[in-house]
T-cell receptor, first 114, second 115 residues
């Protein structure tokens, strides 16, 4: 069965520093991986996805993610964090059965301090 | 392009009452999903529609939950009767074709509190 794990409940980083939010996956076959961000009292906003091709995927708001097949990871990164990046981040993998539902991790809360 | 619309945004009810949520997907999107997000967890799929047909409702508690998408556009999710454990955010999402590489776009969600 497809699954993703987000090993950190919370990540704290100072504004201007690089940030990394970790995600590992377990799939049979090739993975389709996604990152979403959730601000308070808002729905999920799509950031980026990996389908195939380059291992470094660029997305919205300056975020990027690195797909690493040997480590089964898909970590979200940003070179310079902003206070406004503080939010809840979810990694997800596409189910490859008869449904194409997203299977989400438990989320990582990113706190960027001024 | 307008996003996924949901209403109401918030709802407070007492247990054993009924409640209904509405979703209007992005125009032209054939696939519609309802997810339940319990506090501290990631969203989990309740039901998926392709046009007006059900693709997957295996995780929908059918003794109390029902959903429909009669004309292949708007959808309604109903809970009757509600239980305390139904307190959650209900997220509607849509994608254009439902193939694996397509992005799902989410609405703002309906936050339900059952007292």
């Amino acid at each position: 069965a497809q699954s993703v794990a987000q090993p950190e409940d919370q990540v704290n980083v100072a504004e201007g520093n690089p940030l990394t939010v970790k995600c590992t996956y377990s799939v049979s076959g090739n993975p389709y991986l996604f990152w979403y961000v959730q601000y308070p009292n808002r729905g999920l906003q799509f950031l980026l996805k990996y389908i195939t091709g380059d291992n470094l995927v660029k997305g919205s708001y300056g975020f990027e993610a690195e797909f690493n097949k040997s480590q089964t990871s898909f970590h979200l990164k940003k070179p310079s964090a902003l206070v406004s990046d503080s939010a809840l981040y979810f990694c997800a993998v596409r189910d490859m059965g008869h449904t194409d539902k997203l299977i989400f991790g438990t989320g990582t809360r990113l706190q960027v301090f001024p | 392009e307008a996003g996924v619309a949901q209403s109401p945004r918030y709802k407070i009810i007492e247990k054993r009452q009924s409640v209904a949520f509405w979703c209007n997907p992005i125009s032209g999107h054939a696939t519609l999903y309802w997810y339940q997000q319990i506090l501290g967890q990631g969203p989990k799929l309740l039901i998926q529609f392709q046009n007006n047909g059900v693709v997957d409702d295996s995780q929908l508690p059918k003794d109390r939950f029902s959903a429909e998408r009669l004309k292949g556009v708007d959808s309604t999710l109903k809970i009757q009767p509600a239980k305390l454990e139904d307190s959650a955010v209900y997220l509607c999402a849509s994608s254009s074709t439902g193939v694996y590489q397509e992005t799902q776009y989410f609405g703002p969600g309906t936050r339900l509190l059952v007292l």
